[in-house]
């Protein structure tokens, strides 16, 4: 089964005023709003169960699925009502909403991109040893990166701007210096293998993903992939609204 998450309970903290009255999820971007654009992404590649967090005005977005009649798929809602459980904790709470033995494809709602979604739930062609995990990273521009040794594994992250390094490679710092990491952008989109499923229920109820991926990296195989050509915006900002539209178009 091709399943999927959408993180769509933020508080959109960066989009008011117009988060004031309504969702992240439900700003309109060229006529239809952002959850809208990331469902109809995510049904032509062919996923058949989704899986929506909420928090900031909840109801809203429940309404507008069951307006649209779950727009024909098997959509569930994991409740974070009470708490907002930051990306790590959202998945923890909605494991159980999942099927145990596919893989999960993650997915923020502000995130614009042309991005092949069957090629990434189908990692199995881009390693001999199916990873654990696949994170779609790149090379834009940013103050905080993940890490990556020549195997395209997963070794660490760092803040350029405050020089802070986190992960196996921060008790090593030597290792960077003989062995240059590359540094690469995440993108909020990411397939998890049910292999590591279990991992997290050995984290607390609150945490960010990126915590999980760091405590983990040394013992599991989480793979950067980059897609040739890759546009991909975060409309995270108001200014970026107008930037959305001329991407869709």
């Not at 909420?54 to 727009?71: G, K, M, R």
């Not at 995990?133 to 993940?146: D, E, F, M, P």
């Not at 109820?205 to 991909?232: A, N, P, S, W």
Request: net charge negative.
């Amino acid at each position: 089964m091709n399943q999927a998450m959408i993180f769509a309970a933020g508080l959109g903290t960066r989009l008011k005023p117009l988060t004031d009255t309504m969702p992240k999820a439900l700003v309109p971007v060229a006529g239809q709003p952002l959850l809208w654009h990331v469902i109809q992404k995510l049904k032509d590649a062919g996923f058949e169960r989704i899986v929506v967090n909420v928090h900031h005005f909840a109801q809203q977005i429940v309404d507008y699925l069951e307006v649209n009649s779950n727009f024909g798929l098997d959509i569930r809602i994991s409740d974070e009502s009470a708490q907002l459980l930051e990306t790590g904790g959202g998945i923890k709470k909605a494991l159980p909403l999942f099927d145990p033995d596919s893989p999960i494809l993650i997915h923020n709602v502000d995130i614009l991109s042309n991005v092949s979604l069957p090629s990434l739930i189908n990692f199995r062609h881009l390693s001999s040893d199916i990873p654990d995990a696949l994170l779609l990273v790149s090379q834009r521009k940013t103050k905080r990166y993940l890490l990556f040794n020549d195997a395209r594994s997963m070794v660490g992250w760092t803040n350029i701007e405050t020089g802070e390094v986190r992960g196996p490679v921060a008790s090593n710092p030597s290792a960077i210096i003989r062995h240059p990491l590359r540094k690469l952008a995440f993108s909020g989109i990411h397939v998890l293998s049910p292999k590591v499923f279990p991992l997290f229920q050995e984290m607390p109820e609150r945490f960010g993903i990126i915590d999980f991926y760091l405590k983990y990296c040394h013992q599991y195989t989480f793979l950067g992939y980059e897609q040739d050509g890759l546009r991909l915006l975060d409309v995270g900002k108001l200014d970026s609204l107008d930037q959305a539209e001329e991407f869709l178009q």
